[in-house]
C-alpha cells in the first residue's frame, strides 16, 4: 500500500492558473493521478502560516474511467469578504476556494461545483466525473495584508472511489451507481444517498434494489432528506428527485419527492422494490438517510382467505369446528359467498359472533384459513 503524503506547496504570485500536468511541486500547480496516489491530503501554500495575497493556485485530480473524486475539508479559514456583501456575493470579491468537475477529463471545460469562503469547513464534496480541480484564489492586495493565524488557508483530505462513499448493499460494477440490497444478506440496514454527510454529485442517477424473500415487503423510514427541487419533482420544474416503483420501470401510483420534507413511511406492496436518485447540473442538497427493513407478510391477523374448513355448513351463524386441535374455536360463515363461504375462527376466545357478515373482524383479531 502506498503511504499518505500531505501537499504544502510554495506560491508564485500567480494572477492566472496555468497547467501543469506533471507537476507536483515547484509551483502553484499540481495535478494528482490515482494510478500513482489513491488517497491523501493537500493543503494551501504556507500552511500553517498565512497563505500569500494575490495568488491563484489550483489542484487537478484525474482518476480512472469509473472512478469518483471525494473532497473532505479538515480546516478551512480564509479572509472574510466586507461586511457590506452580501451573503451570495461575498465569495465573488474576497478569497475563496472553487470546485469544478472536469468534463470529458480536461480542464478546458469545467462545471462548477460549488464556491467556498470564509471561516466554515465546507461539508464534503464529489466530482460527478472522474476529474475534479479545486482552485484557490486570493485577492487580497498585499498593500492591506496584516499575517494572522485566522487566515491560514485549508486542509483537505483527497480519495479516488467507485462507491460513491455509499455503505451497505452490493455493486455490481464498481463505479455505476447501481446498489442491490438482498434480505438473504441482510434483513435491514441503512441507506444513503451519494457522498453522505456532504453534498451529493450532480449529473448522477443512482438506482437501489431491494429484493425480498416470498412473502416479504421492504419498509422505508426517513431520518434525513434534502434534495434540490420543488413539487411535482420532475424535469419540468429543473428539479432533483427520488422515485420509488413496485416494478422494475415507474410506478405511477407512487409520487416523486424532492425538498426538505421527508417522505412518510414507505412500504413495498410486495418482495421487490425499486429507488430511483436523479440529480442534475443545477444545485445539490445533502441528499436523504433511510432505514430499511424486510418484513414478514406472510402471516397477516386480518387477512380472509376464500375457502372454508371441509364438514362445516356453508351457512350464516356460530357453529364449532370439527377439528380436535381447534378445540372449541367458533367459527363464522358467510352464506353468500362461493364454494361454500368465508371462514374465519377465533382460536383463543369462545365469544359469541353472531352478526354473519364477517364484520367480526372489526372486533376482534382473527385467523382465517
Sequence with gaps: MQGRRILVLVATSLNVASCHFNSVSGGCNVTILSEEENEGLIASPGYPDTYPPSTTCTYTFRGSQYQRVQLIFTSFSLRNAPPHLKPHESCQHTDAVAVYNLLCNTTM??????????????????SSTSGLQLVLTSRTPLDVVTPSPTHSGFTAKFKFITNLGIEGGQQPIPG??????????????????????????????CT???????????????KYFDVEGVMPCNEATESDSLEFSNFPSADRKIPSFCGSVAPTVIQSDGAFFRLVFKSNSKFSGTGFTA????????????????????????????????????????????????????????????????DGKLTCLLLIPLLCV
Design 291 to 354: 432505514d430499511y427493513q424486510f418484513l414478514d407478510m406472510s402471516y397477516q391477523p386480518y387477512t380472509i382467505k376464500k375457502h372454508c374448513l371441509p364438514f362445516l355448513k356453508p351457512e350464516v351463524g356460530i357453529i364449532r369446528s370439527v377439528y380436535p386441535d381447534h378445540l372449541m374455536v367458533l367459527v363464522l360463515c358467510n352464506q353468500n359467498s362461493s364454494h361454500g363461504g368465508h371462514c374465519c375462527f377465533n382460536r383463543s376466545t369462545n365469544q359469541n359472533i353472531s
Design 208 to 222: 437501489y434494489l431491494f429484493y425480498g424473500r416470498p412473502g416479504e415487503a421492504v419498509r422505508l423510514i426517513f
Design 109 to 126: 471545460d469545467l462545471q462548477e461545483v460549488d464556491t467556498f469562503c470564509g471561516l466554515s469547513v465546507p461539508l464534503p464534496v464529489m
Design 176 to 205: 455505476i451507481c447501481k446498489f442491490v440490497y438482498n434480505s438473504s444478506y441482510t434483513s435491514n440496514g441503512t441507506l444513503y444517498s451519494p457522498n453522505p454527510g456532504g453534498y451529493y454529485p450532480q449529473d448522477t442517477t
